[in-house]
């Protein structure tokens, strides 16, 4: 077992991966910029080394930064955490070179699912059921060629996108035409790469995802499903485990067919299959996501699983030591992003917190990267704390939620708080009825029956 | 006026409340001044790391002449192009601009920092061979 484990991350997922390295023993060492010299990860690690200024792409995402603070601190391994480098195979094939341990699938895998249009086709070929959609589109009419082939309202996607960035629904071909180039450009502009294909469009779909974990010796297993459809411009917002909208029958025929298509690909540490789950209660596979994701805990609450745990013995060459048949989830668990951010208008909101005070009691964990008086910098994502339960039921669960934001006290910045309470306070949330539009409906009705302000 | 220390627990108060690093008080020919470092130093793991200056750290009162060569990047420090070498510098030598001063090693790369200023070598701060962070204090100069 290797004995020093770099956390190449920040914030509550750094600290996430510190905490679990320390349960099992293993030293840490944090890496952190300029304006994270006072940050919880950099406070809690054994040890911490400074490894850049602010800007991200000098310090968290600078690979030789990282890999010499792995040697002049002595560190085996490597765990990337999500986002930053964590789905970057050059990144996790530099570490295989200079003999640190990634913590993370092969960067074969990553390369397999990494790019949407060959992860669809590859999903396709292991027998998961795929959303229709198009190959790269090469101009104008012959997007229009394809979008008709495909039919009306499409999804103009881009290649290199993701975190639901780069997308556009269109109803016509006339609509078609007109963004196209734009659409082209903004894509060459955010993600270095124009190339863009179709999907076809769901109107109301339910975001469902699989969580995976597979070991060195060819073992795949399905921690079952999570319900993510909460979401605000494709960024999830809640989530919980398991989903009401998924009869158990739904849930063991997806996760053998997983299973299988998985065990047939051959896929190393936590990974992530997207579905979306329409109307007439089809699921269809949308992507791949190959590392640990930030809604990771509620698969852990209702498995009784570390996950983090798990990679960790994974990339140190154990067998996966989980039940043979699948495991069912325990009780309900629903989690909170806790973002530093104006509730109504969704701007950021970094600054010092004067006041902290995270929620306790039964069935309540925190997983968080601040701390009172610690500050929030404006140069990275604005989720600071992540709030979750776990109940017997999905009715005790969101009343927990419930009791347990109403204790949260974060001061001196804003928060989505209140958003989360008007979220667990809706009958249609309550009732299990939402779709991905959940949020930007609640939002409208919230303007139709706000009072005016004079 | 005689120190009363009320007025400055007062003082302190404000300053903490504050974003400022220094206040100054003056009345006739009496002046109190309250002033503390910016950043809190931070502790790291003993031996870990050469230095546990932090670059964006306010020096302190007694540190402040002079101006410092920091590191660019986190490696290890070498002095000299290799263990028979000279060092490229030593304490007294004058420096020009874009005389390389030491090596930064990261990656199996040696990275060489050169100066930006004309002057002199008034301390090597790290010892050779050593680990040094981003923003480390390598070399501190008296600039001409």
Not at chain 1, 311 to 340: F, K, T, Y
């Amino acid at each position: 077992m290797f004995e020093k484990v770099l956390i190449a991350n920040r914030g509550e997922i750094a600290l996430r991966v510190i905490r679990t390295c320390r349960e099992l023993g293993l030293r840490t060492v944090a890496v952190h910029s300029e304006i994270d010299t006072d940050a919880l990860h950099t406070r809690l690690a054994d040890e911490a080394i400074c490894i850049g200024p602010a800007d991200p792409t000098r310090s968290y995402l600078h690979i030789p930064a990282i890999i010499a603070a792995a040697e002049i601190t002595g560190a085996d391994a490597v765990h990337p955490g999500y986002g930053f480098l964590s789905e970057n195979p050059e990144f996790a094939e530099t570490c295989a070179q200079c003999s640190l341990e990634f913590i993370g699938p092969l960067p074969e895998q990553m390369r397999r699912w990494g790019d949407k249009v060959s992860a669809r086709a590859l999903a396709k070929s292991l027998g998961l059921p795929t959303i229709e959609g198009t190959e790269l589109v090469e101009d104008v009419d012959d997007a229009v060629k394809k979008a008709e082939a495909l039919g009306f309202p499409v999804l103009l996607k881009a290649s290199g996108g993701g975190g639901g960035r780069g997308m556009h629904v269109l109803e016509s071909k006339e609509e078609l035409r007109a963004i196209f180039e734009t659409a082209r450009s903004e894509s060459r502009a955010a993600f270095g790469n124009d190339a863009l294909y179709f999907e076809k469009f769901i109107e109301r779909p339910r975001h469902i995802e699989f969580q995976i974990l597979g070991d060195k010796h060819g073992n795949i297993h399905v921690l079952g499903e999570r319900e993510c459809s909460i979401q605000r411009r494709h960024q999830k917002i809640l989530e919980e485990a398991p989903s009401v909208a998924l009869s158990d029958e739904m849930r063991n025929d997806m996760s053998a067919t997983i299973q299988r298509a998985i065990g047939e690909a051959g896929y190393i540490s936590a990974g992530t299959l997207e579905f979306l789950l329409d109307d007439r209660g089809e699921l269809t596979f949308l992507e791949m996501n190959p590392r640990i994701q930030v809604e990771h805990p509620v698969t852990e609450l209702v498995m009784g699983v570390d996950l983090i745990a798990e990679q960790i013995r994974v990339a140190d060459g154990q067998p996966l030591e989980l039940p043979e048949r699948p495991l069912s989830a325990r009780g309900h668990a629903i989690e909170c992003r806790i973002n530093a951010e104006d509730p109504d208008t969704f701007a950021p909101s970094p600054g010092t917190i004067t006041e902290l005070h995270m929620a306790g009691g039964t069935g309540v964990r925190v997983d968080s990267g601040v701390y009172g008086g610690g500050r929030v910098p404006p140069n990275y994502d604005p989720l600071i704390a992540k709030l979750i339960v776990h109940a017997p039921t999905r009715a005790q669960a969101i009343a927990k939620m419930q009791r347990a934001l109403s204790e949260t006290l974060i001061g001196g910045i804003r928060t989505n708080i209140p958003l989360h309470q008007r979220i667990l306070a809706h009958p249609a949330f309550a009732e299990g009825r939402f779709s991905t539009r959940f949020l930007d409906e609640l939002q409208a009705e919230r303007l139709l029956t706000a009072p005016v302000r004079h | 006026m005689k120190l009363d220390l009320d007025q400055l627990r007062d003082l302190i108060r404000l300053l903490d409340e504050s974003n400022l690093t220094e206040i100054e008080v003056e009345h006739d020919d009496d002046r109190i001044r309250v002033r503390r470092d910016p950043v809190a130093s931070q502790s790291v793991a003993p031996g870990a790391v050469a230095s546990s200056t932090h670059p964006s750290g306010a020096p302190a009162a007694e540190e402040d002449e002079g101006s410092y060569v920091t590191s660019p990047f986190v490696g290890t420090f070498y002095r000299a192009s290799s263990p028979e070498s000279d060092a490229f510098v030593e304490v007294g030598d004058s420096i020009a601009p874009g005389q390389v001063l030491c090596i930064v090693e990261a990656m199996k790369l040696m990275n060489e920092i050169e100066s930006e200023v004309a002057g002199t070598i008034v301390d090597v701060l790290v010892e050779n061979g050593k680990p040094v962070e981003y923003g480390d204090r390598l070399f501190r100069i008296e600039t001409t």
